[in-house]
């Protein structure tokens, strides 16, 4: 008796990477360049992501880049979205992708090296960085005054003329961000820092935070300020130093309602105190936005009623928009025609830029009688 086996059709082959540019090990890589990862054979669209192919500096911080397919879905090319740093180590990782026959690729690590400008010299290696004052209220108007000192070049005092590139973007650490400011020599190829000159191996600079009076409350944010050695074509190579900036947004609120309650009426009001403090505990600035509102938001239960002044906001028409004087406010509630359940539930919300509110700083009731 003979047995006879037959084939099912299917590819159960598992694709491999044939070759990826810049090569393992090359040193010297321009620091424009792209990563190209060759396949033998077609891969799965949906497994070419930024998670299966990844760009990361000094071998394990994730290179922000786009992913595509090109060449029949043959290679792979990884465009970096923010400009590689001269004289660094970066990885090329592969890992989860799979061919269109969802046979998975055989994961690969490769390394390569990107250029330092001829002529750069040795560069700046440390300095210190004094922030004064370390937090700030961000409302993108408030700067903080950064002053980076002890400049140093192999031990030795930094010549006057040093360049140093700074910026408050992420970029070598995650930041918050903030525009920085002063007497600026100009604008790094790397369009992230701005660059200045030493004088007695010191600089100095403004960094002003965005406007981040949205973000939810008691939530402060942090920018790094980060300070860097430059090579001569301005390109950043290594952070020396850093500085860390507070940011701080509406802290909390506190809300007092005279009369604490009123008839059901329709009619009747109370006066409503709204004080608002930021993360420090300090009064807000002049001019910040708040929202209030009496309808169930934040607090699921309220039994209503109106805020009869400030404006409506474009973004949502329960929410009525204020602006601080003195660290707060005064507004009117107005009771409902009918006292429904529970009591009225005054709340102080921080707002975005459109008038959206996105948390609950402090709140109150009003009894309805």
Known sequence: MSRFGTSTGGDDVRPSVVGVSPTDGATGVSPLTLVLVRLDEPL???????????LLLDFYQAVPADVALTDGDTTVMITPAVPLFAGRNYAVRV??????????????????????????????????????PPSVFANGEIPTTVAVQNILIGGTLAPNGTVIGVTGESAFVGSAGCTISGNSSGVSIDGR?????????????????????????????????????????????????????TL?????????ADPASVPADGTSTSTLSVSVRDGDGNPVPDGTPIGLTAAPLYARTSAGGSIIDGTTSAADGRVRLFTTLGGGFVATYRAPGARGSGAAVIQVLTIDAQGRPTSIAGATTVDLS
């Open 44 to 54: 799965d669209p949906v497994s070419a992501n930024v998670s299966t192919f990844r």
């Open 95 to 132: 890992s989860g992708a799979r061919d269109v026959a969802r046979n998975p690729l055989p994961s690969i690590d490769t390394f390569f090296t990107t250029a330092v400008s001829a002529g750069s010299g040795t560069l700046p290696s440390s300095a210190e960085v004094v922030v004064n």
């Open 193 to 245: 820092f701005l660059l200045f000159q030493t004088l007695g191996a010191k600089i100095n600079f403004f960094c002003t935070p965005a406007d981040l009076t949205g973000m939810e409350a008691n939530s402060p944010a942090t920018t790094t300020v980060q300070i860097a050695a430059v090579d001569s074509d301005t390109r950043p190579v290594t952070m020396i130093a850093s500085g860390n900036v």
């Open 248 to 256: 701080l947004g509406v802290g909390n609120s506190t809300v007092t």
